[in-house]
């Protein structure tokens, strides 16, 4: 089985993945582990994509993010795609709890890379983007989605974190 896990910013992507990984016995990869240099630089493009297809080689995997330009790496293997799709208000409340989190802790992230309160203003700061991105973002993956390209995914649209944890325990039942 390998898994795609997408969603907006804080919609608990990697948290679904780590679970769902731990619980299937199999790898994890979290895309932004793969993307983030330090500093905040990104991965080279041709880097990024090595690294990726590095780490989904293998026969199961869960992989978590949206980076569109690693969909023919990641999505074209996979089997399963599950879309965490929330309402706007509980991904903004997650999305500011973690920032709020990460910046107060000084949680180390991808790379040595921290959340600062300085960097809240920025325009692209995770809580911005995903204020910003939710209806966008929502609009272009329905329209990717209903493309043949990805008909051989099975695709499980999850609205609530309700429906989120019942998915979690029947892919888990299946391990």
């Known amino acids: ?15 679904f993945a780590r679970r769902l990984a731990t ?5 994890h990869v979290e895309l932004d582990a793969l993307f983030w240099e330090a500093g905040w630089q990104p991965a080279r493009p041709e880097v990024f994509a090595a690294r990726v297809c590095d780490a989904t080689a293998g026969p199961d995997w869960v992989v978590d993010g949206n980076y569109s330009a690693m ?6 293997r996979a089997t399963h795609l599950l879309w ?3 309402a706007r208000a509980p991904i903004m ?16 992230l991808w790379n040595g890379n921290r959340e600062s309160w300085r ?9 911005r983007w995903a204020w910003r ?5 929502r609009r272009s993956l329905e329209a990717v989605l209903a493309e043949d390209t990805y ?3 099975d695709l499980r649209r999850l609205r609530h974190p309700r429906e989120a944890e019942a998915a979690f325990r029947a892919l888990a039942a299946q391990a």
């Not at 896990?5 to 608990?12: Q, V, Y």
Request: glycine content about 8%; cysteine-free.
């Open 23 to 27: 619980a299937r016995g199999i790898p």
């Open 133 to 137: 991105q939710w209806r966008p973002r």
């Open 84 to 86: 965490l799709d929330y």
């Open 93 to 108: 409340l997650r999305v500011i709890r973690r920032s709020a989190l990460r910046a107060v802790l000084g949680t180390p």
């Open 119 to 127: 960097r809240w203003l920025d325009r692209d700061h995770p809580i």
């Open 71 to 76: 969909r023919p790496h990641v999505w074209h």
């Open 1 to 15: 089985m390998r898994l795609v896990i997408i969603g907006l910013s804080g919609a608990g992507k990697s948290t």
């Open 151 to 153: 008909r051989h995914l």
